[in-house]
């Protein structure tokens, strides 16, 4: 008797009879041979519904084979086939076009979400302009870079607190582990806040700027001698201008002062680790961007406030305080 199993054009026969020369193993307890051509599983996808078939291939399986699992009946290298999967909508039956053009609405979504970040990037360097100049004007008044440090962190956290209070934002939920690995970074913001803070009182807010412009460099050198990463040898060249820029202000600058290069550099350096900290600890961290650097201001008042009042004081500030009111008297806006 012979019974047979079909299975896409490949075919395993299971004879009870002694087998040819063709035949590739043999079974020693009843004499079964099988010939088969690399199939990637067997897959019984019909089998006739007679008696006969049915009593023949449970003998097989029960008496000579005696496997727990067909699947494992064949090695992973005739693992040939190959699955093709493709995505439909929901209302067609043929496959998306990976080419398929654009409709005026989606094209006017995405102009309308290129003009919104450019208003954002526009927003943000106008009121970065205006940050620059009045902070400079209070560091002329008032030269307490640590205060003025701590008063610019306090008043952005007190913005965001009001924020989440009127529900103007929504508040981020956020968990001991999460402060955990806010604190490198808020402790590497802190450094270079208040080190760019210091280089502004004691130089033009344009040659701080000129030497913070040198980041970028700060951030390949960093992560090619610290972290091992490599670059293109573009990359390095490109650095080229920028430092060369950096040293032609430094040495052309007519009021240099040590004290406000430096702090620009250490600003330079401390803002290139802050950026690695945050990329590698606040991976999988479900807080937005606005709600972030709120969380990060606020740690960072935390750990500048001692200090500050350290490194100053309150008896500092007072007798500063008196003496910018009697040069620029009442007008605290200008």
């Keep these: 008797m012979i019974c047979s199993v079909k299975q896409s054009a490949k075919l395993v026969s299971i004879s009870s009879s002694s087998s040819s020369s063709s035949d590739l193993f043999r079974s020693r307890s009843s004499g079964l041979s099988f010939r088969y ?5 067997l897959i019984i996808r019909s089998i006739s519904a007679t008696s006969d078939s ?10 000579s084979l005696n496997f727990g699992s067909i699947k494992g009946l064949w090695s992973k290298k005739y693992d040939l086939k190959r699955n093709e999967c493709k995505a439909y909508e929901a209302d067609r039956s043929q496959p998306i076009d990976e080419n398929i053009e654009l409709t005026d609405q989606q094209t006017k979504a995405e102009a309308a979400q290129k003009l919104k970040i450019g208003v954002y990037f526009a927003t943000w360097w ?7 100049i009045y902070n400079k004007k209070v560091l002329n008044a008032f030269p307490y870079p640590w205060l003025t440090s701590t008063l610019s962190l306090a008043a952005g956290s007190l913005i965001m607190l009001i924020s989440w209070g009127t529900r103007i934002a929504e508040a981020p939920k956020t968990d001991l582990d999460f402060w955990k690995a806010l604190f490198p970074v ?22 701080t700027h000129i030497i913070k412009s040198g980041e ?11 972290l091992g990463e ?6 390095y060249l490109s650095l080229l201008p920028i430092i060369g820029g950096c040293a032609l202000a430094a040495v052309t600058e007519l009021n240099f002062n040590m004290i406000g290069f430096m702090g620009a550099m250490i600003s330079n350096l401390a803002f290139v680790f802050r950026n690695i900290f945050s990329k590698r600890g606040m991976k999988g961290k479900s807080v937005g961007g606005m709600n972030y650097y709120a969380c990060l201001s606020m740690l960072s ?4 406030t001692p200090f500050a009042i350290a490194v100053e004081g309150p008896q500092m500030w007072a007798a500063g305080w008196k003496t910018a009111v009697s040069e620029i008297g009442p007008n605290f806006v200008w």
């Design 186 to 207: 808020a402790l590497a913001h802190t450094i270079g806040h208040v080190a760019a803070t210091v280089s502004m009182s004691k130089v033009a807010v344009s040659f």
């Design 37 to 41: 051509i690399k199939p990637r599983c």
């Design 126 to 132: 106008a009121l970065n302009v205006v940050f620059n």
């Design 301 to 304: 008042l935390l750990i500048l």
């Design 230 to 235: 490599s670059f293109p040898a573009a990359v």
């Design 54 to 63: 049915k009593d023949c291939l449970n003998s097989v399986l029960n008496k």
């Design 216 to 226: 970028p460099a700060f951030s390949v050198l960093v992560s090619r001698f610290i």
